[in-house]
């Protein structure tokens, strides 16, 4: 378990806030909200979607999972845990996070010209009380990609690690035809939910 590199916990917040994700991007969109968790306790798991599992379910699966994995490894006083999990699906498909250039091309030829689904699950923990989830949808439309423009994304690496083998906060953003929900959600953390979630639990932004 690691503390955020220069982050301390908000004066505001009468309960230490515990982040189960090592992600960037959370860190940085719970920052933008005025949040900065006491500490980081990424949680491993399995996250291997089980047959016919729904992307929906998928998602508050492992949401909850990795919310009860870091609550069993905090060993600090009274905390609030917070975990996500988002996921990217066409139709009732989970597309991958993907691990590879391959990864990242397939998804986008998937996605070409096409709608999506990203949703996340937040769930939030306190130390001695049961889950709080919640989960958001954003309907995602991309534009036709021509193989040029594929070959460039590939080629620049952001879609490395990504569910979906994109990140729109980057160059993907240009790929975006229309967008209907929470743009924040498909970074990877709903800030509205997010908040209301966490104000419940006595976490308060500054």
């Not at 990217?88 to 397939?106: F, N």
């Not at 193989?147 to 953003?173: D, S």
Request: glycine share 8%; proline share 5%.
């Amino acid at each position: 378990m690691t503390s955020p590199r220069g982050a301390s916990p908000i004066a505001s917040n009468s309960v230490k806030l515990v982040l189960a994700s090592e992600s960037p991007r959370r860190k940085a969109l719970l920052a933008q909200a005025g949040i900065v968790p006491h500490a980081i306790a990424p949680a491993s798991i399995d996250e291997t979607p089980r047959k016919g599992e729904q992307p929906r379910l998928y998602a508050q699966r492992l949401a909850r999972a990795k919310a009860e994995a870091a609550r069993a490894a905090w060993g600090g006083d009274a905390a609030v845990i917070l975990a996500a999990d988002t996921v990217v699906a066409c139709g009732r498909r989970i597309l991958p996070k993907a691990e590879s250039d391959k990864d990242v091309r397939a998804c986008l030829k998937l996605l070409s010209g096409r709608a999506h689904q990203v949703l996340t699950a937040v769930a939030v923990m306190p130390i001695d009380g049961p889950v709080k989830l919640r989960t958001v949808l954003t309907r995602v439309v991309f534009k036709r990609l021509d193989q040029a423009e594929i070959g460039a994304y590939v080629a620049c690496g952001e879609g490395l690690g990504k569910a979906g083998g994109y990140a729109i906060q980057g160059r993907a953003e240009t790929f975006v035809r229309q967008l209907n929900g929470s743009w924040s959600n498909v970074v990877g953390l709903p800030l509205l939910e997010t908040v209301h979630l966490l104000k419940s639990c006595g976490v308060a932004n500054s």
